[in-house]
């Protein structure tokens, strides 16, 4: 007898066991011989090794329909287990590239919604940096948050590193109270609440203090490499365009980064440029510039 374990965190539980394991039940009148438990976000199964790599194709093309639905119908989980529906998910794809991108603590999903963010989604796929430059309340920070944490929890990369220029607007660091992360906490804010929204916070805890996640200004990024992470760079239209370099050139091997920044809320001092600013312009006439 053969065991086997099968991760549900991509998608949202509840919708796939059903309600009061409604399609948990069709998934064991299927596969009458094994041994199926749910236990929290995981399946575990257990019997004769032929009818758990059945049953594991299976699960793994309801997952797909999931992740890219974020809901599917008892009768379509019975449809899917009845056959091979491959062709069916796959022509899905096509007609439905909203893909849910993460599911948050209570099962809200969490998707592409505008133009825009559904183009960061797609060049994210194809590039390994990206520019988000846009208007403020435009979800670049969120997308580019929720396109981090889904990387993590499909295992494409090890660590998430979420950086932002500690640049003060109008005010100065040094007559805030507390010591240096409590100074520095409130400039980061955005990017733990979009973290809340996506991850429990006990797994969440457990995340920051391994340093699975790691929150950190611009400066403490200077003489790392990152390998394997998703790395975000947050309001980047204040860090200077040496600050800029010194951040691209901290991408190790098999790393992302997304670099988002606002060009019309610059907070540098007169007399220091917006590194972003320079970047843009260079790479103005490049084919697969967002705002082409």
Do not use: W
Not at 10 to 27: A, R
Not at 123 to 144: E, L, Q, S, V, W
Not at 171 to 195: H, M, N, Q, T, V
């Amino acid at each position: 007898m053969t065991e086997t374990i099968i991760n549900l965190e991509s998608v949202n539980p509840l919708e796939f066991f059903g309600v009061n394991n409604g399609k948990l039940d069709i998934l064991k009148k299927k596969f009458p011989l094994l041994k199926i438990l749910s236990r929290g976000t995981q399946i575990k199964i257990s019997g004769a090794p032929e009818q758990i790599d059945i049953a594991r194709e299976k699960i793994g093309l309801l997952i797909q329909y999931l992740e890219r639905n974020g809901n599917v119908t008892e009768s379509y989980f019975e449809q899917i287990l009845g056959g091979d529906d491959q062709e069916t998910v796959d022509n899905f794809k096509e007609r439905h590239p909203n893909e849910v991108l993460v599911y948050g603590p209570n099962g809200k999903s969490i998707r592409a919604r505008t133009a825009n963010q559904k183009k960061m989604v797609s060049m994210t796929d194809r590039n390994d940096i990206i520019f988000a430059i846009g208007p403020a309340g435009t979800g670049k920070t969120y997308t580019a948050v929720a396109l981090a944490v889904r990387a993590l929890k499909n295992k494409l990369v090890k660590k998430i590193i979420l950086t932002r220029p500690a640049v003060e607007a109008g005010e100065s660091l040094g007559f805030l109270p507390g010591d240096l992360k409590e100074k520095i906490d409130p400039y980061l804010r955005p990017l733990y609440d979009a973290l809340d929204d996506m991850i429990p916070a006990d797994k969440l805890g457990y995340y920051m203090s391994t340093r699975v996640i790691e929150i950190a200004p611009l400066a403490y990024m200077r003489g790392r490499t990152l390998d394997h992470a998703y790395i975000i760079l947050d309001e980047a239209q204040n860090a200077t365009d040496l600050q800029l370099k010194m951040f691209l050139t901290r991408i190790g091997a098999n790393a992302k980064a997304i670099i988002t920044g606002d060009l019309s809320q610059v907070d540098l001092p007169k007399n220091q440029r917006s590194g972003l600013d320079k970047a843009s312009r260079i790479l103005k006439n490049n084919k697969d510039n967002p705002h082409a």
